[in-house]
DNA sequence: GCCAACGTTGGC
DNA sequence: GCCAACGTTGGC
């Protein structure tokens, strides 16, 4: 069992999309590590925090989980998608994705300037200068603090 | 809107 | 394989 921070922007998919969807699939990664972290690290039942990037008040607003193994993320063949990768081919998808199912949100969101005053999580990526990971690993202690609020 | 930080691209 | 140029991310 791992735990995982998910970022998203709220215009493109917020917490309360997933909530309305129940389930996902996390489409739209385009970055080696993250997608290496979906196909190598993650797996069913994996817990994940729902952060909120890019947007008014960014910071950590609900929780998920892991629901299905990584698959090709389809987005990657369709010319109409803003994620469409016309080096990706059927035989060779480049890119995958994993499911993940709505928990809950948070009764009061963990922002982003509060996360930075707790000294227990100074040590999480997200909060490192120039982090631009999509998807980070959270340890345990860091989860048991953050998803349970 | 600004800009620092980072990943990717592509010429060599 | 190196590395400069470029595009993107994301907090502020």
């Given at each position: 069992?791992?735990?995982?921070?998910?970022?998203?922007?709220p215009?493109?998919?917020a917490i309360d999309?997933?909530a309305?969807?129940?389930?996902?699939?996390?489409?739209?990664?385009?970055?080696?590590?993250?997608?290496?972290?979906?196909?190598?690290?993650?797996?069913?039942?994996?817990?994940?925090l729902f952060y909120h990037?890019?947007c008014s008040v960014p910071g950590v607003y609900g929780v998920?989980?892991?629901?299905?193994?990584?698959?090709?993320?389809?987005?990657?063949?369709?010319?109409?998608?803003?994620?469409?990768?016309?080096?990706?081919?059927?035989?060779?998808?480049?890119?995958?994705?994993?499911?993940?199912?709505?928990v809950r949100k948070l009764r009061r969101p963990w922002t982003l300037a509060e996360m930075r005053q707790t000294?227990?999580l100074?040590?999480?990526?997200?909060?490192?200068?120039?982090?631009?990971?999509?998807?980070?690993?959270?340890?345990?202690?860091?989860w048991r603090l953050l998803s349970r609020r």
């Amino acid at each position: 069992m791992r735990y995982w921070l998910l970022k998203s922007e709220p215009g493109d998919y917020a917490i309360d999309d997933l909530a309305r969807d129940r389930r996902d699939r996390w489409t739209g990664v385009r970055n080696y590590q993250a997608r290496n972290f979906m196909t190598r690290d993650m797996q069913i039942g994996d817990g994940a925090l729902f952060y909120h990037s890019n947007c008014s008040v960014p910071g950590v607003y609900g929780v998920a989980r892991v629901c299905a193994a990584a698959a090709p993320d389809e987005t990657q063949f369709d010319p109409g998608s803003k994620y469409y990768d016309p080096r990706a081919t059927a035989d060779k998808p480049r890119w995958f994705c994993v499911q993940i199912a709505f928990v809950r949100k948070l009764r009061r969101p963990w922002t982003l300037a509060e996360m930075r005053q707790t000294p227990a999580l100074a040590e999480m990526h997200i909060l490192r200068r120039g982090n631009r990971l999509s998807i980070t690993p959270v340890s345990a202690d860091e989860w048991r603090l953050l998803s349970r609020r």
